[in-house]
């Protein structure tokens, strides 16, 4: 197997990534791959994907509008390409492998520096939408119980409940979440202790609506939003419960996401392999692609 982490200082364009991918495969097939099928290709997208033709609408983080990333990876590989919301992807790989594998109704939420996205598992499948643009939860509306909660006045989930703001309260400017999570749970500033638990009342009304609207049997929380279920898990479920219908809630079971930085990648891998298992037939190599060619 082959891994490769690329680390960059600047933003990459949609070609630029397209280029990257067609680079690293190439690469591969002369090393660690040499001999082996490639069969696609997964790529999970902190942004708004459209189902049908994998046309990222936006992704803010990366400042990408309409950028048809499907065709360009596709046209420079050869390669069959799934493109998917990494939130999505996440409850994928969470269903399957991780915190909820076995469990067939699941809400799934997962808090980075780009903000809070989610995806959905009900009767075992997930839930797209009609276009691809279910489970972004973070662009609700909550319903802040007390006003001495409330930070961002008319602003949505993510601008209340954010990674950026738990970086301000530990007086960091940057961390990756191992370190963000270890000083918070060390930290004995009763400021920080303070913006934790605003932050987890805020996210359990929240929780709460998806409760009521989905009754799932559980609720998995990645990424920072996992730091504040550690050691707090029955607080947060008792908030939780205590605003939602009762019969709705008592089945739902929070728990933190276990697959880490690996979630992305098997959920992108189960979406490249998706074509291949629906079809095997399909797959069959017609003709070599520019990177076969290349060779």
Same mark, same amino acid.
């Given at each position: 197997?082959?891994?490769?982490?690329?680390?960059?200082?600047?933003?990459?364009?949609?070609?630029?990534?397209?280029?990257?991918?067609?680079?690293?495969?190439?690469?591969?097939?002369?090393?660690?791959?040499?001999?082996?099928?490639?069969?696609?290709?997964?790529?999970?997208?902190?942004?708004?994907?459209?189902?049908?033709?994998?046309?990222?609408?936006?992704?803010?983080?990366?400042?990408?509008?309409?950028?048809?990333?499907?065709?360009?990876?596709?046209?420079?590989?050869?390669?069959?390409?799934?493109?998917?919301?990494?939130?999505?992807?996440?409850?994928?790989?969470?269903?399957?492998?991780? /915190?909820?594998?076995?469990?067939?109704? %699941?809400?799934? =939420? !997962?808090?980075? $520096?780009?903000?809070? &996205? @989610?995806? +959905?598992?009900?009767?075992?499948?997930?839930?797209?939408?009609?276009?691809?643009?279910?489970?972004?939860?973070?662009?609700?509306?909550?319903?802040?119980?007390?006003?001495?909660?409330?930070?961002?006045?008319?602003?949505?989930?993510?601008?209340?409940?954010?990674?950026?703001?738990?970086?301000?309260?530990?007086?960091?400017?940057?961390?990756?979440?191992?370190?963000?999570?270890?000083?918070?749970?060390?930290?004995?500033?009763?400021?920080?202790?303070?913006?934790?638990?605003?932050?987890?009342?805020?996210? /359990?009304?929240?929780?709460?609506?998806? %409760?009521?609207? =989905? !009754?799932?049997? $559980?609720?998995?929380? &990645? @990424?920072? +939003?996992?730091?504040?279920?550690?050691?707090?898990?029955?607080?947060?479920?008792?908030?939780?419960?205590?605003?939602?219908?009762?019969?709705?809630?008592?089945?739902?079971?929070?728990?933190?996401?276990?697959?880490?930085?690996?979630?992305?990648?098997?959920?992108?891998?189960?979406?490249?392999?998706?074509?291949?298992?629906?079809?095997?037939?399909?797959?069959?190599?017609?003709?070599?692609?520019?990177?076969?060619?290349?060779?």
């Amino acid at each position: 197997a082959a891994r490769l982490r690329i680390e960059r200082t600047e933003l990459v364009t949609p070609g630029e990534t397209a280029a990257l991918v067609a680079d690293t495969v190439a690469a591969w097939q002369e090393t660690a791959l040499a001999g082996r099928r490639i069969v696609g290709i997964g790529i999970a997208v902190p942004g708004l994907v459209r189902a049908r033709d994998g046309l990222v609408r936006t992704a803010p983080h990366l400042e990408w509008h309409d950028a048809p990333i499907r065709e360009l990876v596709a046209d420079a590989t050869g390669l069959p390409t799934a493109v998917d919301n990494d939130a999505t992807l996440g409850a994928v790989a969470e269903h399957l492998y991780g /915190a909820a594998r076995g469990l067939d109704h %699941v809400v799934y =939420l !997962n808090g980075g $520096a780009s903000g809070i &996205g @989610g995806g +959905l598992i009900v009767h075992g499948m997930p839930v797209r939408g009609v276009s691809g643009y279910a489970g972004e939860f973070g662009q609700n509306r909550p319903g802040i119980a007390s006003t001495a909660d409330q930070q961002a006045p008319e602003g949505v989930l993510e601008d209340e409940v954010s990674r950026s703001r738990l970086l301000r309260a530990v007086g960091l400017t940057s961390a990756d979440d191992p370190t963000l999570a270890a000083v918070l749970s060390t930290s004995d500033d009763p400021s920080v202790a303070a913006e934790t638990d605003r932050q987890r009342r805020i996210l /359990a009304t929240a929780l709460a609506n998806a %409760v009521n609207v =989905l !009754n799932p049997r $559980a609720i998995v929380l &990645g @990424g920072f +939003l996992a730091m504040l279920t550690e050691g707090a898990t029955d607080q947060l479920t008792d908030l939780v419960r205590a605003q939602s219908m009762p019969a709705n809630a008592e089945d739902v079971d929070i728990r933190a996401a276990v697959l880490a930085d690996d979630r992305l990648l098997i959920g992108a891998a189960e979406a490249a392999f998706a074509g291949l298992l629906a079809d095997p037939l399909s797959r069959l190599p017609e003709r070599p692609g520019p990177l076969e060619e290349a060779r």
